[in-house]
């Protein structure tokens, strides 16, 4: 059983930063792939970034790509998505997810891809 935990949420104004952490346990990970997602209010929840464990594979959404960026700290078991130029429309709970596997993870795109959730982490961004 994987555990996920969430953190660095929070309110931040437009064009700044913030950098989330998902701590992982209860499991080998090394063939485990991380995804993050996020729902905003009254949408479906949708796909942001997924990194393989050893960070060899990786994919950003569209909306993110260039903005957004995985990171790894393997000793702790924790993987970073830093936000930067943040835009309002980033508003949302923010999730990462677990599921094995590490040959295709750049498919691995779609709730349904995923076995292992956290409970979410709040951004705003407002002025």
């Known amino acids: 059983q994987v555990q996920l935990v969430e953190s660095g949420g929070g309110l931040v104004q437009p064009g700044g930063s913030l950098r989330l952490s998902c701590e992982v346990s209860?499991?080998?990970?090394?063939?485990?792939?991380i995804g993050w997602f996020r729902q905003a209010l009254g949408k479906e929840r949708e796909f942001v970034a997924v990194t393989s464990w050893t960070g060899s594979q990786t994919r950003y959404a569209d909306s993110v790509k260039g903005r957004f960026t995985l990171s790894r700290d393997n000793a702790k078991n924790i993987v970073n998505l830093r936000m930067n130029s943040l835009k309002p429309e980033d508003t949302a709970v923010y999730y990462c997810?677990?599921?094995?596997?590490?040959?295709?993870?750049?498919?691995?795109?779609?709730?349904?891809?995923?076995?292992?959730w956290g409970q979410g982490t709040q951004v705003t961004v407002s002025s």
């Open positions: 209860g499991s080998t990970l090394d063939y485990y792939a």
């Open positions: 997810a677990a599921r094995a596997g590490h040959i295709v993870v750049p498919t691995y795109t779609q709730e349904s891809d995923y076995h292992y």
